[in-house]
């Protein structure tokens, strides 16, 4: 007989499906439809989260709506791996091999050349598009575990590769530049906000001379993919992806505040932050959205800002 929490994920997946089901039909009418009936996954996406254990195939559909990814061509993937290895491939082979190195899971799915392959191509196409873009993009650290959830979750190389390429471009797009300029504002968007939600955890960690930029690099950079368990990465990717990647900074404050106790209570802090505690996505997102009402309104304007607005100089 099944449980109640397995009735509960099969009516979810009934109901995502029913909205996809929508989205699709509704492709060619209004605009205003396709937008509510995206308005209804995010709200779902909060409220329920993906029950892909019951539906594998929700996931990478909802990943592409999200990002609005509908030109797939196999042709011009083709065309960018049939050109072979970057410029920078000797960068993208430094880093491929030790992706998400520890989860089995992981690399039973996604061989290192798939992710070269990617990351190859993505190098090709704006090599192709620097004329035309605004900002160029090459191969930069911590690309390679940005790419590795689409890998994973994605059920080709191909919408992998697009749905990656959407994301980064438009989602982070100051995250991947070489001087990584868009993960810097992020640490310091994290000084702020840890001063304003919890003043005396951040002037413990003042004290012990600890900045975002010390201790919450890799969990900035990489939108936390870098703290397993791979799955939960995938949950809060889920609520990333619906609702904007400027998050992920008060995902962060989160995690912090989940271990207050222990770093508050440490005379090394920095020996606890070096390593986060497996990631639990539900509370670490459940304390985000209550974050973000403890925000003043400019100061949450900026972190939504601080992915991709390019600042005059």
């Given amino acids: 007989m099944p449980s109640s929490t397995d009735s509960a994920a099969a009516a979810a997946a009934h109901s995502f499906n029913k ?9 060619s009418r209004r605009s205003g439809d396709i937008d509510e009936g995206i308005k209804k996954l995010r709200r779902m996406i909060l409220v329920e989260g993906l029950p892909s254990a019951i539906d ?13 990814v509908d030109d797939v061509s196999a042709e011009t993937f083709l065309q960018y791996v049939s050109r072979g290895p970057c410029e920078v ?39 192709d598009r620097q004329e035309t873009q605004q900002l160029g993009f090459t191969y ?13 979750t994605m059920p080709s190389e191909l919408e992998a590769f697009f749905s990656f ?32 939600v919890d003043p005396e955890l951040f002037g413990y960690l003042r004290m012990k001379n600890l900045s975002a930029e010390i201790y919450a690099f890799p969990s900035v950079l990489t939108l936390c993919a870098c703290t397993p368990p791979l799955d939960q990465v995938l949950l809060l990717w889920d609520f990333l992806l619906a609702f904007g990647v400027h998050l992920n900074v008060l995902c962060v404050i989160a995690q912090l505040l989940l271990m207050r106790d222990e770093v508050m209570s440490s005379p ?9 505690p497996p990631l639990e996505a539900v509370p670490v997102i459940g304390i985000a959205v209550t974050l973000v009402r403890d925000l003043p309104a400019d100061l949450y304007d900026e972190l939504v800002r601080h992915p991709y607005e390019i600042q005059d100089i």
Wanted: with cysteine.
């Fill in 19 to 27: 909205i996809l089901n929508q989205h699709k039909s509704s492709k």
């Fill in 89 to 127: 491939r000797e960068k993208i082979r430094n880093d491929t091999f030790r992706t998400l190195a520890t989860d089995r899971g992981f690399k039973e799915r996604v061989r290192e050349d798939m992710l070269v392959r990617l990351l190859d191509a993505f190098v090709w196409r704006n090599h």
């Fill in 56 to 68: 594998p195939t929700l996931r990478p559909r909802i990943w592409k709506i999200l990002l609005r």
């Fill in 268 to 276: 090394s802090p920095m020996r606890l932050l070096r390593t986060f």
């Fill in 165 to 196: 390429a959407k994301f980064i471009e438009e989602s982070c797009p100051l995250y991947v530049q070489p001087t990584l300029e868009g993960v810097h504002r992020g640490l310091k968007l994290l000084d702020r906000c840890l001063k304003i």
């Fill in 140 to 152: 930069v650290q911590g690309m390679n575990v940005l790419a590795a959830p689409f890998l994973y």
